[in-house]
């Protein structure tokens, strides 16, 4: 494969000031650079993404890719055709990798077969950020699970640290690129590739900073559209209806199969769903963060607010779907 162990490839879209920090750490590997080769594909950015990817004068390793605009699924797709390294490692553009994560990677396909390897990622430090970064920045920009390798399932797949073989890359038949924005490309391409026997291995030692953080009702349209596409995944794998862990208290009840706590939450998620709840648990959140900001007591009103936007962008994907 022209001599090179791996190919990382990056999608990004309007995040050029994330690739300032993403790449010069990609320079900085354990494994030299001669050894892989880096692919940027701009999915159509209006900002200055390609002028900052020059001035960065990368290595001649490092390709600058501009597509128009057509999502991350298929940004990934024109990376994968595009490389040339025997493993692809996949990295979002708002993560900085550690030194060692393209190494881990690599040493992972050289244990394992027939893998999906996935990375850690770590989330900024909530202290620079406001009350609800504090509170749920690492439950929702970090994905740790624990200091050990380990087998995950196909859940656990998320496109911002990944890799596999570039042949088995074709072999499950890339991302799908239906899916809108970015959202469960990645779970549904694991799923396929879990149907076809590879399994899904956790190493704890290919990490990274997660450069993303959000405000709650930044997070909460964020994660409103991310459901929309959860209906799409179980439109194309209805088999999979009850897997998804948090969806489960969104899914539609199913009166003969759910069981009377299933159905108990399920009733009260959709009554926390309705409007008035909604403005409800709004107000009650600014006054708990201005009178009593106890974390175990914002912990748990800030998930019930995202859970309602998590139903209602799940609902709304089920009626553009079927």
């Known amino acids: 494969m022209g001599g090179l162990s791996a190919s990382v490839v990056i999608p990004s879209y309007n995040n050029g000031h994330l690739l300032s ?10 494994v030299p650079v001669g050894e892989f080769e880096v692919l940027v594909v701009d999915d159509g950015s209006t900002d200055d993404t390609q002028n900052r990817f ?23 797709n024109r990376g994968a055709a595009d490389a040339r390294g025997d493993i ?11 030194p060692t994560l393209l190494e881990e990677h690599l040493t992972s396909h050289r244990v394992h077969d027939h893998v999906l390897t996935v990375g850690k990622t770590r989330a900024l430090p909530a202290e620079h950020f406001d009350l ?15 200091d050990e390798e380990k087998p995950v399932t196909f859940q656990e797949v998320l496109s911002r640290n990944f890799s596999l073989p570039r042949e088995s890359f074709f072999e499950v038949g890339g991302f799908d690129q239906e899916f809108p924005r970015s959202g469960f490309e990645d779970i549904e391409f694991a799923y396929r590739a879990t149907q076809l026997g590879f399994d899904v291995v956790y190493n ?35 088999e999979i209806r009850g897997q998804i862990r948090h969806l489960r ?41 201005r009178w009593y900001p106890s974390p175990p007591l914002l912990r748990f009103i800030y998930w019930q607010v995202l859970g309602s936007h998590l139903f209602c962008g799940f609902r709304d994907g089920l009626k553009r779907y079927g």
Do not use: C
């Open 21 to 30: 920090m993403g790449l010069p750490a990609l320079v900085q590997q354990t």
């Open 54 to 76: 020059i001035s960065l004068s990368l290595p001649e390793s490092f390709r600058y890719i501009r597509q128009s605009n057509q999502g991350a699924a298929a940004a990934r």
């Open 88 to 98: 692809l490692v996949f990295l979002d553009s708002d993560v900085v990798p550690d």
């Open 132 to 146: 609800f970064y504090r509170v749920l920045g690492e439950d929702i920009f970090a994905f740790d699970q624990g």
């Open 204 to 238: 704890p030692r290919a990490a990274g900073d997660h450069h993303h953080t959000g405000t709650l009702s930044e997070v909460s349209r964020w994660m409103y559209n991310y459901q929309v596409s959860a209906a799409l995944l179980m439109k194309k794998h209805p």
């Open 249 to 289: 208290d969104k899914e539609p009840i199913q009166w003969r199969r759910d069981g009377l706590g299933l159905v108990v939450r399920k009733l009260v998620r959709r009554g926390l769903a309705l409007p008035p709840s909604m403005w409800l648990m709004e107000g009650v959140v600014s006054a708990v963060e």
